[in-house]
């Protein structure tokens, strides 16, 4: 398990054997993602490796540099005083994918994901590596919950976007913002019969 301290930006990395009625359930596959007792949590690739560390928390489809694909994670927490209701997420995510348009190719239309207590947006853009000098892809995700905004990075080659899909739409699926436990151990335990 891989703990941020978001007030610190500080990772303590342990493993800890979970509680058999621990309640966290994955799809085949996958297993689950929890940052900061339930701030965020999400489902991804049982095989892929999580690197915690100055940088922030990014996950691969590789050890890298071997890697083909990451998914990166950004968690920005509002005071309890700050309303943003009001400010559309859409436009939120336009503007912060704006700043950084440049060797864009193109962009997908936002989507918008709407749950109670959640909202999701995303988009997709086209551009060029500078790196490489070929066209890559990233999807951006902004979730809006308890002023919580996880923003959620998958970098990824056109080749592999088949291959992707169904792990974003897990991702998506999955996404959950401000469920706290107070002991990710025990998970957000189930009523026992």
């Known amino acids: 398990m891989a703990k941020w301290d978001s007030t610190m930006a500080k990772w303590d990395k342990k493993s800890v054997r979970m509680d058999p009625d621990h309640g966290w359930r994955s799809k085949p596959g996958y297993k ?3 940052a900061d007792r339930g701030a965020v ?26 890697d083909e694909c990451r998914i990166q994670l950004s968690v920005f927490r509002l005071p ?3 309303d943003l209701s009001g400010l559309p997420i859409a436009a939120m995510l336009a503007d912060a994918l704006a700043a950084h348009a440049e060797g ?5 239309p936002i989507t918008h994901v709407l749950r109670p207590g959640l909202e999701i947006v995303w988009r997709e853009v086209r551009q060029i590596d500078e790196r490489e000098q ?10 809006r ?14 080749e ?21 436990v107070a002991d990710p151990r025990k998970g957000p335990q189930r009523k026992r019969r």
């Not at 864009?104 to 997908?108: D, F, K, L």
């Open 145 to 158: 919950a308890k002023n919580i905004n996880p923003f959620l990075t998958l970098d990824f080659w056109p």
């Open 41 to 66: 949590r999400f489902d991804f690739p049982e095989d892929w490796v999580v690197i915690a560390d100055a940088e922030g928390i990014r996950l691969h489809d590789r050890e890298p540099p071997n």
């Open 104 to 108: 864009v190719i193109s962009e997908t």
């Open 32 to 34: 689950i993602f929890v």
């Open 134 to 143: 070929r066209e890559s892809r990233s999807r951006h995700l902004l979730a």
């Open 80 to 82: 309890p005083e700050v």
């Open 160 to 180: 592999d976007e088949a291959r992707l899909n169904p792990v974003w739409a897990e991702l998506v699926r999955s996404l959950r913002v401000g469920e706290f």
